[in-house]
């Protein structure tokens, strides 16, 4: 045999995961190995029909303390640990009746979904592995001669190998097996810490880790030869990370990272009170609408930018309908983003085979509150995310003129919108939709003026004579700090603005809102965006 095989003669299987556990267990037991196992695992092998040694007959203890010490033991952890080659180790395991475990699968106490369903604390304490990780990253650590299995995906790969090397396992092998071992245990503390962290409202604890299972690798990242993958953390909030691909081809990395700024901004929207849908292009809406269905919301959004929108991402906030689903596939659209979807508009979308269609079975909750990471050179920049809806803040009217039902009704639209928006943003809004939007400028004056241009272009491509900012408002994600952006909007013919205030220059901002007769509310929150 090759100095890198090592031959599988006993292994250790405790698992909460049962899936796939008994096809492997008898594969293994065909192969002449050993099987120790642990608790609600023995049960199960044994029901089977397969013969079993308890791990408390390696240790001499019983299971005990509600099984939190079953494994937690020279006789387990010497068998995992010990170098084979090593006579000093040889010769401790043959003094202290230590058998080698050359196989370990473990698949750890569900705590992530524990948490996911919304246990108590203390049925989420009574789900943190303790045995498990330290026999992982025992058998990890010695993977020159001990194979471990964390993810029941493995077991082909593992069992292949079995009858390819006449029950032995090789180096390579064992190596792969052991890097996933080290990410699964990490990527399980980084939900434990983090979730206690929660508990404890500790928004900077002193050590911050995160972690996520591969959802996919990708072709490429933002760019050709970027390489890129995608991980899902185990966060349950509805989007493209829990999404179900109905149909199209693998999403990019530039198409799930936009499809999740659509789906974020189109549940500012309770579906319960009107539909709504947002185009999305490079990460900023070009066009969102509220209306009576959904194909309404969609064409209002459309003819905001529908230059932008042509390779677009298009989110609603109720089912697609085969209506909207005709209307959609009109354009070139890279992704549909909804709740649901009719089985007739799902055959629509299915003539256009690259189209992606997702259903997410609900929506985010933008009042909720969670955590966003962004990395920086040496570090990571850490923020719980901006759960401010524009429903629940108290607008201060600071102008002569209040903003009428009607106008108050749209500044709040535009205000949803505008949180969405790269900073700087200018969002124009008349009659629930956009009608022209300012993104990522370094000038919030530049922003007001992108924002002016492109209404002006989707109304002389709907024919119109004036520019859709004719009798709009305007919503700023931060406050102008000169008059000059404001006085652009008003020349574009805003009639009513919102903005956060807070400006060193508010009452000079203030003056030029009167001197126009227009109706200005300050929201006290700003919705910075980068």
Not at 345 to 373: F, S, T, Y
């Amino acid at each position: 045999m090759s100095e890198t095989l090592r031959r599988v003669t006993r292994a250790l299987l405790s698992v909460s995961d049962k899936a796939g556990l008994i096809d492997f267990a008898r594969r293994l037991d065909k192969h002449g190995i050993e099987i120790v196992s642990t608790g609600g695992t023995a049960k199960t092998l044994i029901d089977a029909g397969l013969k079993v040694v308890d791990v408390s007959e390696v240790t001499g203890f019983p299971e005990m303390m509600d099984g939190r010490v079953k494994t937690l033991h020279p006789r387990v952890h010497g068998g995992l640990l010990a170098i084979r080659a090593n006579k000093d180790h040889a010769g401790a395991m043959q003094t202290h009746g230590i058998k080698p475990i050359d196989l370990l699968v473990v698949s750890l106490y569900p705590f992530e979904a524990t948490v996911a369903k919304g246990a108590g604390f203390d049925d989420c304490i009574e789900n943190i592995d303790i045995g498990g990780p330290a026999m992982i990253r025992a058998a990890a650590k010695n993977h020159g001669d001990v194979a471990v299995i964390v993810d029941a995906d493995d077991y082909r790969t593992v069992l292949d190998e079995l009858d390819a090397q006449n029950g032995a396992t090789t180096l390579a092998l064992r190596k792969t097996l052991a890097a996933k071992a080290y990410a699964r245990t990490a990527a399980y503390d980084a939900a434990i810490s983090n979730w206690f962290a929660a508990q404890l409202h500790d928004t900077a604890p002193a050590f911050r880790a995160f972690g996520g299972k591969l959802a996919e690798a990708l072709r490429y990242g933002e760019n050709p030869h970027q390489s890129a993958a995608f991980y899902r953390s185990g966060e349950q909030r509805p989007g493209v990370a829990t999404a179900r691909q109905l149909q199209g081809k693998q999403l990019s990395y530039n198409n799930i990272n936009d499809t999740d700024a659509a789906y974020e901004c189109v549940a500012e929207f309770d579906p319960r009170r009107t539909a709504a849908c947002v185009i999305v292009k490079h990460a900023n809406p070009c066009g969102v609408a509220e209306g009576e269905t959904i194909m309404d919301a969609y064409r209002k959004a459309l003819a905001c930018d529908s230059t932008s929108a042509f390779g677009g991402i298009v989110a609603l906030n109720r089912t697609l309908d085969a209506e909207a689903a005709r209307a959609i596939t009109d354009i070139f659209t890279e992704v549909i983003i909804a709740p649901e979807a009719t089985d007739e508009a799902v055959a629509i979308v299915g003539a256009k085979k690259n189209l992606r269609l997702l259903v997410a079975g609900g929506l985010p909750d933008p009042r909720e509150a969670g955590l966003l990471v962004k990395s920086v050179a040496g570090g990571l920049l850490v923020q719980s995310r901006d759960n401010a809806v524009a429903d629940d803040m108290d607008l201060k009217v600071v102008t002569r003129r209040a903003p009428t039902n009607a106008e108050l009704r749209d500044l709040r639209f535009a205000f949803r919108v505008a949180k969405h928006v790269k900073s700087n943003t200018i969002v124009y809004a008349k009659d629930n939709a956009t009608v022209g939007i300012g993104a990522g400028q370094m000038s919030r004056i530049d922003s007001a003026r992108i924002a002016a241009r492109k209404a002006q272009d989707a109304a002389k491509e709907l024919g119109l004579a004036e520019p859709l900012t004719r009798g709009s408002v305007v919503a700023s994600d931060a406050f102008f700090p000169f008059a000059d952006g404001l006085l652009v909007a008003i020349e574009a013919g805003a009639t009513a603005v919102i903005q956060p205030g807070g400006s060193m220059r508010d009452d000079e901002v203030i003056k030029a809102a009167d001197d126009a007769g227009i109706a200005m509310v300050f929201t006290g929150t700003r919705h910075f965006r980068h």
